[in-house]
């Protein structure tokens, strides 16, 4: 990794709502992904580097995300602080009917350190276009997750083999990196997760 500018970086938190946890979604891998969110949130908040969180505002009215509903409400233990953007989106890009790049770039902000959720939806969506947009973009791999899934074909697929296609799809965006190596670079003591 080269050398970060506080300045010039953000720590961009996708989709970490309670709608994850419902049961029809099935099973998921990396279950410490949103502990792994949550000290990376800690360190940044200590360096002053900027945090941005992005909240799925479904217009489907039968959507678990929709405004209306109680999934729509992030996550207690990634939630944001005073000061900190809040980014509603209606796709899967945090890009897309949003403010995000304009404010991007007004804040001098380069470089992005992509965490949430799902990895295989709106994290890798916003995590492309990122790359696109010119943004030096790292997607935190143990700080997303994905969950099992039936293909087009009917062929069932588990979250983990998900969840590793799309971390190799992505490393044509950005750098794929793991919590302690964000964490290492902020020059945070680094223990090992349970």
Request: with cysteine; hydrophobic share 40%.
């Amino acid at each position: 990794m080269t050398d970060w500018n506080p300045a010039d970086t953000a720590l961009l938190v996708i989709d970490v709502q309670e709608a994850v946890d419902d049961p029809s979604r099935g099973p998921r891998n990396n279950p410490q992904a949103e502990e792994n969110i949550a000290r990376l949130l800690a360190a940044f908040r200590a360096a002053g580097i900027r945090c941005i969180h992005v909240r799925d505002d479904s217009p489907d009215p039968d959507s678990l995300f929709h405004p209306n509903k109680p999934g729509n409400r992030i996550k207690a233990i990634v939630a944001p602080e005073p000061g900190e953007w809040l980014i509603p989106k209606q796709v899967h890009s945090a890009f897309i009917g949003t403010d995000l790049e304009e404010r991007l770039r007004r804040e001098g902000i380069s470089r992005l350190i992509v965490t949430g959720l799902v990895a295989n939806y709106c994290v890798e969506t916003t995590a492309r276009m990122a790359g696109n947009l010119g943004f030096d973009t790292y997607v935190v791999s143990d700080a997303t997750a994905a969950w099992d899934q039936v293909g087009p074909d009917g062929r069932y697929h588990r979250a983990e083999d998900i969840h590793a296609v799309t971390m190799m799809s992505l490393q044509d965006f950005g750098t794929i990196v793991t919590t302690d190596e964000v964490l290492a670079r902020l020059g945070q003591r680094v223990t090992t997760a349970r």
